[in-house]
Every structure is written in structure tokens, then in C-alpha cells.
């Protein structure tokens, strides 16, 4: 446990350096200043209907799978890269410890940044247009899809020194090309599960919303559910990978 | 097995090894043990020193053949960690903590206590001044002797040691060797890799030697070093008439082949030391002025080859 603790604390040291933080800092403003554009002085429906389009689809589509990717490609991507996985790997620990510290470290260090972008949004929402209530299923949307999303980067990160490559490809052609077109894969987009949540606790979102769940069923535990299975397979994976890959 | 490549008390079994990378072959069939005691693994740069000691440790698989420390394969149980250390070769540090928070961040993933362990091992190494400084900020020997009091953190029985002493000043080799030799006389094992021949032969009693991804050979540091003087030195030498120069050398028994080129002559001889003295004589009693008088191979990879070849 302390192991798996240290870890923890050094993985997000090292994930939160400042020029990261400041960098993808300045991406999660881009929802707040949108949100704050769009919002003004509109009443509270047509208020809660202008926030779905432009900040909460920034937000979602955008600036949360692009932190995830960032942060969760260098949970083990940065120990591979720097050549520091050696010294990880000659430890007595279970290799599913490992991973699994890293991908805890890469999603809280997103939570933390794309959160704190999500709750600034909410209380804009909740200072200009009266509708603070959308902040918590705002903050429980980002945490459900951003370890969902640091699940798949973590692993992608230690097989490939191209995850930021691919996870793009991965997040603006599959995420919110694919499974957007075909309704019935609407259930494996990771973006899509987090939505399932907020549309659950925010029930005035559903008619404006269901196209874009596709045959997802709103949701919080649901979703939460889908996302822990997703992080409990890739850390049997990559701890898998670890056991019989080359260290190199 | 009592051969040079064997240990006695063996508590790292090399059986039959070899690994390759795709078409290139890094390692190759190579059976050697290792036990108590300090242990140099000579080698010029490219031979498969790394790689064999990465099989050691567990982070490479052997495309053939096993590897035992301990009697376990660490690949499968990762328990036995907690009686091996290792300091590879690259800057496998984190700049961001300080060489305490380092030392004890290996101290507890080790499963130890962290604070008590860690700072001994800093003591060990004499980085107390820079105990609380980030790595970062450190010359590459300051990060070779924090990486050194990772790996001494719990007094591990196996110490596995790749080029350690790359970047050291010649105060710091000093008393990083007496280090090694202290824990090897305590009886740990200490695996020291190095491409140097004169660190190798200052820090262990035994040594084997690969080259080219095969031992070339094995045994104490006085063995090696008999190998090494028998072999024949290539030197180019430049004088004015290099043909009577030459035809003065034909005479020595050391000398097994002299050619010309232009002003050049190129002398091999199995007695480099007995050369360097007959030369100036010779040229002097000929009134000729060498200008030059170098060796043509004398690089510690030409040396290896030589052993590879003689086997």
C-alpha cells in the first residue's frame, strides 16, 4: 500500500510540471471563455440549450479527451521515455501495481485540470445564468470520461512512443466521427458514456441530448460501472505487458 | 562446474543464453555464472554487456536459454527483486526529486521502511551535502552515485552494476571501487560491467570478457592481462628511408611482419614495450629521424577481437 502510494504522489509529481500544467491550463480556459461568450444574459433555459452547444461540446469533445491523452500517454510514456521504467521494474511489486498507480496518477492529475475547467464553466453558468445545479453532473461527466479515456492512453503510452499520434486519431476520428455516424457504437464512446451520466442528473438536457447518446441509456452508475471495468482491463493488460515485454 | 566462467557458490546462473533483436544477434549462447565477490563484465562498447545484464535482471527475455539469480526467475516472480538492486547504464533518475526522496522512493518500493535505509545508503555514496538538491541539478557522476544509493538501499545480496563509474571523477572511482570492493569482501554479489580494462582490473578479482555478444574469455584479472600482452600490436612508424629502417627490424624476434608504404613502415610485433626501446637505437645508428610512432590497433576492441578469435 505504501508502494502503491509513492508512486501515486511521485506519478503526479511528475505529470504536473509546470509547463504541462501550464499549457494544457490555458486549453481548459478555452470552455470558461466560450461558456462566458455564449451564456450572457439569456434566461435560464435557452441559457442551459447555448451551454450544451458550444461550451459543453468544447469541453467534452475537445479539451477533456486532448488533457487525457496528454497526461494519460505519459503516466508510463514518460518512465519509458526517460528511461526510469527500470527502475520500477526491479522492484518486488506486482506489475498490475505499477500500472495500476500510473493510470490512478494520470487520471487524478486530468480530474484535477479538466475539472477545475469544467467547474470554472459551472460557475459561470451558475453566476450569469442561474444555473449552478449543472457544475456536479458537470464534474461527475469528466470524471467518468476521463478515466475512461486515461485507461486507454496509460497503455498507449508504454507500447508506443506515438501515443499523442495515434490518441489523436483515435479521440477526433473515432470518438466523434465513428461512433457519432453509427448509432449502435454510440455504447464504447467514452465521451459518450460520461454524457450518459450528466443527462441523467440534469433530466432537462434529454431532449436536446438523445441524439447524441445514441442508444446509450442515461445513466450515473452505469456509466461509472462501464468506466471501472474499462480501468480494471487495462491494468490486467498492461500489467500483462509489462510481465513479457522487453524492457527496453 | 569449475571452469573460469563458472562460480563456486553460484547465485546468478547464466545457462546457454542468447538474445537477438530481429535479424542482429546481441548475445549469443553464452553459460557463465556469478557468486560472491566482486565480479568485472569487460566488454568494448556494442559487445552485449548491457543486454546480458539486462537478461540478469529480468528486463529482458532471453530469445534462448534461462537465467537464474537466486534460483529464481525473476521474470516470473518479482518477490526475488527484493535481493537484487540494479544501476543501469542510462540516467534512469527523476530529475524532479531530490537525491533523498529518490534514494527512499526505491528504499519503499523495495518494501522497506524508507528514511533510516536511505539515508545510510546516501552515506555510502557521500552525497549528504546533496542530500536535498533535485537531480536535475547534478553533474552526470553526482547522478551515477545517486543511482549507486538506490540500488545500496536494503543491502541487496546481488548488485548488478552497468558501467557505474561512467562519468566519475577519478576521487569519485576511487571510492565508488572501495565501495564495491567492501560490499564484495562482505559477501555480496557485485556484477561490475565496464568497457574499461584498467577500472575492471582495479575493481575485481575475476573477470569475464565479451565480445561481440560471446565470452571471450574468463578467469582472475592476471590471466586476462597474460592474454592480452601476447597479442600482436600493429604500430605505423615514418622516417625518411623506411626501407633500412626496416630492413634493421627484420632481425628481431618480436617482429613477425614489417611492410612498406611511401615513407610509412607497418610493424607488427608481440612485444610492443621491446620495440618502443630498439627503435630510437636502430634509427640513431642509421642517422635517421622518426617522425612518428604510433599504434595502428591498440584499441581495447582490437584486443577483444584477438581473444575472440583465439578461442
Request: charged fraction near 0%; glycine fraction near 50%; charge should be neutral.
Given at each position: 500500500m505504501k508502494a502503491f502510494a509513492i508512486m501515486l504522489r511521485h506519478g503526479l509529481r511528475q505529470l504536473l510540471g509546470w509547463r504541462r500544467v501550464a499549457g494544457l491550463g490555458l486549453l481548459m480556459l478555452v470552455p470558461v471563455v466560450v461558456t462566458l461568450a455564449v451564456v450572457g444574459d439569456l434566461g435560464d433555459a435557452a441559457a442551459l440549450r447555448r451551454f450544451h452547444e458550444a461550451p459543453f461540446a468544447t469541453l467534452m469533445l475537445v479539451a477533456l479527451p486532448v488533457v487525457a491523452l496528454i497526461l494519460g500517454a505519459a503516466a508510463l510514456g514518460d518512465e519509458r521515455r526517460d528511461q526510469t521504467l527500470s527502475f520500477l521494474l526491479v522492484r518486488p511489486l506486482k506489475r498490475e501495481a505499477i500500472v495500476g498507480a500510473k493510470l490512478l496518477s494520470g487520471w487524478l492529475a486530468t480530474v484535477l485540470l479538466v475539472g477545475g475547467g469544467a467547474a470554472l464553466s459551472g460557475l459561470v453558468m451558475g453566476l450569469s445564468a442561474g444555473r449552478g445545479d449543472v457544475l456536479v453532473p458537470l464534474l461527475v461527466a469528466v470524471a467518468i470520461s476521463t478515466l475512461g479515456y486515461a485507461s486507454i492512453f496509460v497503455l498507449l503510452g508504454y507500447v508506443t512512443g506515438r501515443a499523442v499520434l495515434y490518441g489523436l486519431a483515435y479521440v477526433f476520428i473515432w470518438e466523434s466521427g465513428i461512433t457519432g455516424a453509427v448509432d449502435a457504437l454510440a455504447t464504447v464512446s467514452l465521451w459518450r458514456i460520461g454524457l450518459s451520466a450528466y443527462v441523467d442528473m440534469v433530466p432537462e438536457s434529454r431532449p436536446q441530448l438523445r441524439d447524441v447518446l445514441g442508444n446509450l441509456t442515461p445513466g450515473v452508475w452505469g456509466a461509472a460501472a462501464k468506466v471501472v471495468v474499462i480501468a480494471v482491463l487495462a491494468v490486467a493488460i498492461g500489467g500483462l505487458l509489462l510481465r513479457h515485454r522487453d524492457a527496453t | 562446474m569449475t571452469t573460469p566462467a563458472f562460480a563456486a557458490d553460484a547465485t546468478i546462473e547464466v545457462r546457454a543464453v542468447s538474445k537477438w533483436f530481429g535479424q542482429k544477434v546481441a548475445v549469443s549462447d553464452v553459460s557463465c555464472s556469478f557468486g560472491p565477490g566482486v565480479t568485472g563484465l569487460l566488454?568494448?562498447?556494442?559487445?552485449?554487456k548491457t543486454t546480458l545484464l539486462r537478461m540478469v535482471c529480468g528486463l529482458l527475455e532471453p530469445s534462448d536459454g534461462e537465467v537464474l539469480v537466486l534460483g529464481e526467475n525473476l521474470r516470473r516472480r518479482p518477490g526475488g527483486y527484493r535481493n537484487l538492486a540494479l544501476v543501469p547504464e542510462e540516467d534512469a533518475v527523476y530529475g524532479f526529486l531530490t537525491t533523498r526522496e529518490f534514494v527512499r522512493y526505491a528504499a519503499v518500493l523495495s518494501g522497506l521502511g524508507g528514511a533510516a535505509e536511505a539515508d545510510a545508503a546516501i552515506e555510502a555514496v557521500e552525497l549528504q551535502d546533496a542530500a536535498d538538491r533535485p537531480i536535475s541539478g547534478f553533474s552526470k557522476g553526482m547522478r551515477q552515485r545517486a543511482k549507486v544509493a538506490a540500488a545500496l538501499v536494503g543491502s541487496p545480496g546481488v548488485l548488478i552494476l552497468d558501467e557505474p563509474l561512467n562519468g566519475t571523477d577519478p576521487v569519485q572511482r576511487a571510492r565508488l571501487i572501495a565501495l564495491f570492493r567492501r560490499l564484495g569482501d562482505e559477501g555480496h554479489t557485485v556484477v561490475v560491467s565496464s568497457h574499461v580494462l584498467a577500472e575492471v582490473e582495479r575493481t575485481a578479482g575475476r573477470v569475464l570478457a565479451i565480445v561481440d555478444g560471446k565470452l571471450a574469455a574468463a578467469g582472475d584479472v592476471a590471466a586476462i592481462r597474460r592474454a592480452m600482452t601476447n597479442i600482436p600490436y600493429r604500430v605505423r612508424i615514418e622516417v625518411e628511408d623506411p626501407r633500412r629502417l626496416a630492413a634493421a627490424l627484420a632481425g628481431d624476434e618480436d617482429v613477425s611482419s614489417i611492410g612498406v608504404d611511401g615513407r610509412l613502415l607497418h610493424v607488427e610485433t608481440t612485444d610492443l614495450p621491446a620495440l618502443g626501446r630498439r627503435l630510437p637505437a636502430a634509427a640513431r645508428s642509421l642517422d635517421l629521424t622518426v617522425r612518428l610512432f604510433e599504434p595502428e590497433d591498440e584499441s581495447l576492441e582490437s584486443v577483444f577481437r584477438y581473444l575472440v578469435r583465439r578461442r
Open positions: - | 566488454g568494448p562498447n556494442g559487445a552485449g
